[in-house]
């Protein structure tokens, strides 16, 4: 049967390189888009004669969308924390951290042992913010919001209550969770899967988070929000009478 010719370039050329490929972390491109699980790159009609009009001739849905006006893009902040990534993310499985960036600024979570929020704000992909330990890798872009800014702070101290320091866990209850839940409760969207996919693996090792670092758990920007918090919810010496 005769097809058409944009079917028929389609399936000669084979499937398109994907910017977005969950299989691929070690892109070195600063920004990624997410991919679309509805994208059928080998999709072809087979009746072109019948229906002109056919799938092949439809635009392709993973092309980004356009904002809609007061829509404010999230994006997603991945961070290596560790020198081994960079031979192990190949196959799926790394050390990473990672934040939500959403109206200028990087929202976190790491944990402390004090019943309060382990949820921080940093300056957008700064690293030295982190820790002489954490190497920026990637952004992802995740979507759109229509949250304000004054929302998205409310959100963050919503989130705070599930996401305390003291309930910070590696497998459970991560950086990367939250920056889901975040992601979800944003635009609907979450994180591609290869960033949280540690804490799948080390289920099967349940003592690992004894042996990492304090500074992998807290990260340096965490620990000052932590001292700020100390000193403003400390009582000031009393005065002695005169």
């Known amino acids: 049967m005769k097809r058409c010719e944009a079917c028929r370039n389609r399936s000669d050329r084979g499937p398109p390189d994907r910017p977005g490929d969950d299989r691929d972390p070690l892109l070195s491109s600063p920004t990624i888009l997410q991919e679309d699980p509805h994208d059928f790159p080998n999709l072809s009609c087979g009746i072109c004669t ?21 829509q404010a893009p999230v994006v997603l902040n991945v961070y290596d924390m560790y020198w081994t990534n960079w031979y192990t993310a190949g196959a799926g499985v790394g050390v990473f951290h990672s934040g939500v ?44 919001t229509d949250f304000s800014e004054e929302e998205v702070r409310r959100l963050v101290t919503e989130l705070g209550k599930q996401f305390r320091g003291d309930r910070y866990h590696l497998m459970n209850n991560n950086c990367n969770h939250f920056t889901s839940a975040f992601c979800l409760a944003l635009c609907d969207r ?53």
């Open 50 to 70: 019948m229906f002109p009009s056919c799938m092949s001739l439809l635009p392709r849905r993973n092309e980004p969308r356009p904002p809609r006006p007061g």
């Open 101 to 144: 960036q959403v109206h200028g600024s990087e929202w976190a979570y790491g944990g402390h042992p004090y019943a309060f929020t382990g949820v921080f704000e940093i300056t957008p992909r700064d690293e030295r913010e982190l820790g002489e330990q954490f190497r920026f890798r990637q952004s992802v872009h995740i979507g759109y």
């Open 190 to 242: 979450d994180i591609p899967a290869w960033v949280n996919r540690l804490a799948y693996v080390s289920s099967c090792v349940p003592f690992l988070q004894r042996c990492l670092p304090k500074e992998w758990l807290t990260p340096t920007a965490l620990q000052h929000s932590l001292a700020a918090h100390s000193r403003s919810s400390s009582p000031s010496s009393p005065t002695t009478p005169q």
